[in-house]
C-alpha cells in the first residue's frame, strides 16, 4: 500500500466517456485489455486505472499522487461495466437510441 504524509483530494475531471456499439453488439474491452490475463477482478480494475492515469498524464492532466486514488478506481470499475452491459445488452442500447418499442418490451 502506498501511504503518503499529506494526501490531497484533487477531483480529475474528465471528458464523458462512451463505448461505441458495433454493428456486430461487441465492443472494445477499456484500453484493449485481456480480462484472462488477470486472475481478480481487483486486478483488473487497478491495471485499468494505472492506464486511464498514463493516458491522463499523456494530455497534461497530471495526478498529485503516487497512488491510485479510490475515485480513479471507481472510474476505473464504471468503464468495465459499462463495457459488460454494452456486450451483452447491445440490442437494448440499440432500441433505446432508435426509439424501438417493441424490442425493448420483449427483451
Known amino acids: 500500500m502506498c501511504s503518503e504524509t499529506k ?55 497530471k495526478a498529485n499522487s503516487k497512488c491510485l486514488t479510490s475515485e480513479e478506481l471507481q472510474e476505473a470499475e464504471m468503464l468495465w461495466l459499462k463495457h459488460v452491459q454494452v456486450k451483452h445488452y447491445s440490442s437494448v442500447f440499440e432500441s433505446i437510441i432508435l426509439r424501438n418499442r417493441q424490442v425493448l418490451l420483449y427483451s
Not at 10 to 35: A, C, H, L, R, W
Request: net charge positive; with cysteine.
Open 7 to 61: 494526501p490531497e483530494k484533487k477531483s480529475v475531471e474528465s471528458p464523458n466517456e462512451t463505448i461505441m456499439i458495433s454493428q456486430t453488439g461487441n465492443s472494445e474491452p477499456p484500453f484493449g485489455i485481456d480480462v484472462h490475463r488477470y486472475s481478480s477482478a481487483t486486478k483488473l480494475i487497478r491495471i485499468t486505472a494505472w492506464c486511464r492515469r498514463f493516458l491522463l498524464r499523456l494530455r497534461d492532466e
